[in-house]
């Protein structure tokens, strides 16, 4: 795994051996293209961070800051390992938190918010992809002319709940990015 391009094109990134699913490289290159400018000057959230590589790809390319979010403290670490690998470090801040607690405080906004959470695999997992955008919090950390983008496995579509309008929704493989407004 890499950062795709940008000021740390080609740093290779270490993900957490407590990470099943990494971003792919091809998802990651296609969701940047799909951005495009979308990322310059933008403040990103990248939850679920795992390794930090949605966000450290936004930094890479353009994004003045990023928030990475994981309960898992060896994923925060290698987020901030690959931080600093990157050079990147000084434009991003990293917390250790329960995803939802800390949405459910926050009052930061961002121009793009990147979601990676487990995949939702058996009728009997927690969809937190839905549990998300279902979170009345979670809108009011999106700016008005912002993009919510969340990645899934091929069995779970995130619903579109009242607050939310999906845009597009793209295939790679096993994965599906799911791009949101909220709705005007």
Known sequence: MRVIAGDAGRLPLDAPKSLARPS????????FSILGNRVDGARVLDLFAGSGSLGIEALSRGADSAVFIDQDRRATQAVEANL???????KATVLTQE??????????VFDLILADPPYHKHES????ACDLLALPEFANGLAADGLVVIETGSEASPTSESAWERVDT???????????EKRA
């Open 170 to 180: 793209r295939r790679y493989g096993g994965s599906h990015l799911h791009f949101f």
């Open 99 to 108: 995803i939802f607690s800390w949405c459910r405080r926050n009052r930061e």
């Open 125 to 128: 997992d927690r969809n937190l």
């Open 84 to 90: 600093k690998r990157t050079r990147l470090a000084a």
């Open 24 to 31: 792919t490289d091809r998802l990651r290159e296609a969701l």
